[in-house]
């Protein structure tokens, strides 16, 4: 990244922003929502948009830099680097010090030891986020919750309360996609937090034109109905049962596409139901052109409900943790996977195909209300600490 400071009319603004890479597509989403929102905004500025994967925070500094040696660490044992890593990080010079916008992009900011149980909290929100937010604005965009559905705290205490204050207060803005989030962050900070739908909503537009719903239905299924289950709740072998019912109505409609974010769900698709098609979009572009024009969807991965619902897809989610309030918030049917049986499943799914266009309908408002919500508030709290191009 360029170091130097002209902003003459021709100069790009420089963004750094804190997501993944090559980990989560639905992390994807979230970016490009941020970027459309960003470019939206401000439109008659360039950006120059640069990430970072904070699954590796001695990828935000330089070659020359300390930190370095946490990736000899992670390369030799595959652990023992964050400690490392979090010591060093304290040391200037991280890219993000020298972007001229520094963007946290959505994804869960709070949960359970959310500090220390992450590589990168101690690494970007104690260390380099102070120096960051002295000179250029830093925005926490679009942050959720992860706890188990049937354990939402009322309040945060000990050093989540206090890594809740730092992060709200290192920030120039924070928004949350979800009430649970608002809640917590703004009760330990003191401060209201605005709620907004995921900018994932927005990332479908940004590639594919949206379609009226053809012959397609949408699957993806996860064989624990999600990523986490602490409370132990989840029977995966009803999961599937009910799954199976659900798929079995469907295919007597529509063409099935199992789309799946990972090797194991794809595996899993060819294994339950090899009759239909399964694919691994390896791009956020290869994924919405796979699902543009589909009817409807019934998913496991939210953001897979996040991104069909950007395009007026209706789906129904199918979750296990607190992530099920970001669906929610926009409107999507979302159950909780311990409570759905085949038979109700198939309910749900009749209802969704009854009220499709009314839904399809709904779910494109939101989008528009968001990306307009978004651009107001950014243009109200932020653009005076923009530097424009």
Known sequence: MKHSRDHSPRSAIRVAILSTLATNIGDEFIRDGVICILRSTWPDTKFEFKVFNKHKPWTFFPKWHPVQGAAVLDSLFGRLWRRYANATSLIPGSYFEHADMVVQSGTPIIWKDAEYASEWNISFWRNIAPRVARTKPLLNIGGGSCYPWHAQPDALSGNDRKFAQHMVRSAILTTTRESLAAKLLGEAAGVDIPTFSCPALLAGQTHVPHEHGGSTFILNFMPRAGHFDELRQIDPEAWKTSFCEAVRHLEAHFNLIFL???????????????????????????????????????????????????????????????????TKQIGIETLFAPDVAGPMLVHHLERLLERHDEISATLLRMRENTLSGYISLLRSKASAAIPHG
């Open 260 to 326: 799946c974010h990972n090797e194991t769900e794809l595996q899993a698709a060819r294994d339950l139901w090899p009759q239909h098609r399964a694919v691994f979009p390896q791009t956020t572009r290869d994924y919405f052109n796979t699902v543009k024009g589909a009817y409807g969807g019934l998913v496991n991965r939210l953001h897979a409900a996040v991104g069909l619902a950007g395009l007026g897809i209706p789906s129904i989610a199918v979750g296990t943790d607190t992530r099920m309030l970001m």
